[in-house]
């Protein structure tokens, strides 16, 4: 089975960085694409940005040109840089693998969801 770990959210004023790591300790997720997503208290979980193995990377508009996703098959982690950071970013961050045929942005199609890391943006 696929097992991960989000890491790397933390408090940041507006304008600020934060680096987030996606960490598999359990099946390589070296064929799979990775995607990240958001949640707020109240809010459905959305679509953050995606990659796969290949080195194809998929971004919401929301955050397009401010974050970037990369990843590690060595490490056997993918990783998202987010600069820019606004209030709006302010979510629990998740990663899992997408593991159905659908769209690359619907949550339903990914599964083994980590615990998530905490991302809080101060204005």
């Known amino acids: 089975q696929v097992r991960l770990a989000e890491s790397g959210g933390g408090l940041v004023q507006a304008g600020g960085s934060l680096s987030l790591s996606c960490t598999s300790s359990?099946?390589?997720?070296?064929?799979?694409?990775i995607g990240w997503f958001r949640q707020a208290p109240g809010k459905e979980r959305e679509f953050v940005a995606g990659?796969?193995?290949?080195?194809?990377?998929y971004y919401a508009d929301s955050v397009k040109g401010r974050c970037t996703i990369s990843r590690d098959n060595a490490k056997n982690t993918v990783n998202l840089q987010m600069n820019s950071l606004e209030p709006e970013d302010t979510a629990l961050y998740y990663c899992?693998?997408?593991?159905?045929?659908?769209?690359?942005?619907?949550?339903?199609?990914?599964?083994?969801w980590g615990q998530g890391t905490q991302v809080t943006v101060s204005s």
């Open positions: 899992a693998p997408k593991v159905g045929s659908g769209r690359y942005y619907d949550s339903s199609e990914f599964d083994y």
């Open positions: 990659i796969n193995w290949s080195g194809m990377t």
């Open positions: 359990g099946r390589t997720v070296s064929g799979y694409f």
